[in-house]
């Protein structure tokens, strides 16, 4: 380097230590802005971590995607779900992993044999196609086969890109914001531990993969520590329309991926 990097030159050297190998200071600055944001969105909404973060960190940093963001967006969902426990509905969560657990396998077994990025092309129109007819007035309403196929979609590209919970948020935007949350939390972390152990079975996530995750974990609850004080004062209406809106930009962003590639 012949000049210094202000960013690196006031972080202080016990952080600088702690960092991944090959990991700069200024990219894991960015990294942890990225989580921050998407951590506090899916606080608010239920969703919206994988949606924001794995676009922009295929994108920008793909180290990110799938495991490391995965495994936060593991902790980040069970949080959710436990801080509103009493919330949760069970016969949905149930449906949706058994569907999420095909889902995942499913994907392994993609990415061990064929090219995903013409399903994920695939998966992205259809998402935008339910979102403009949801804006249109139709009602997915969820129930138990609505919710196995959520959860089979959901694990297919929660697996593949991060960004699995689309499906869901089509199927449960009429809920309540409080069930809505807490179940989205559990069917999330559940799910996310399912694809991580698949993905570990696959050999693409490991040590160094988890360790990244662990080094952003500040920002990861900061996000959800920002998002207790913002979340009581969303309306239904609003959660329904963030996530509409989330959905519709993790579907362009996976196409933007597609596209960047």
Do not use: K
Not at 99 to 107: P, T, V
Not at 175 to 188: D, S, V
């Amino acid at each position: 380097m012949l000049f210094p990097d202000p960013m690196t030159d006031a972080m202080p050297a016990t952080l600088l230590s702690l960092l991944p190998p090959g990991l700069s200071a200024p990219d894991y600055l960015w990294m942890g802005a990225l989580i921050l944001a998407g951590a506090c969105l899916q606080g608010v909404g239920g969703i919206g971590f994988a949606m924001l973060c794995a676009p922009l960190g295929a994108i920008f940093f793909p180290e990110l995607v799938p495991g490391p963001l995965l495994a936060m967006g593991c902790c980040l969902s069970l949080m959710g779900a436990l801080r509103e426990r009493d919330a949760i509905v069970w016969p949905v969560a149930g449906f949706a992993l058994v569907g999420r657990a095909l889902g995942g396998a499913a994907a392994v077994l993609t990415i061990a044999w064929l090219a995903p990025g013409p399903l994920s092309v695939l998966f992205s129109l259809s998402i935008l196609a339910a979102v403009a007819l949801s804006l249109l007035g139709w009602r997915l309403l969820p129930g138990a086969r609505n919710v196995v196929i959520a959860g089979t979609l959901s694990g297919f590209m929660g697996t593949i890109t991060s960004a699995g919970a689309p499906p869901f948020a089509l199927v449960m935007q009429h809920m309540p914001p409080a069930p809505m949350r807490a179940t989205m939390g559990c069917i999330l972390s559940g799910g996310a531990v399912l694809s991580l152990a698949m993905l570990t079975l696959a050999g693409r996530f490991g040590m160094p993969q988890l360790l990244l995750a662990l080094s952003l974990a500040p920002f990861l609850l900061a996000g959800f520590a920002l998002s207790n004080r913002l979340r009581g004062r969303v309306s239904a209406s609003t959660v329904r329309r963030l996530l509409l809106g989330l959905c519709a930009a993790g579907a362009l962003g996976v196409l933007g991926r597609a596209a960047f590639a």
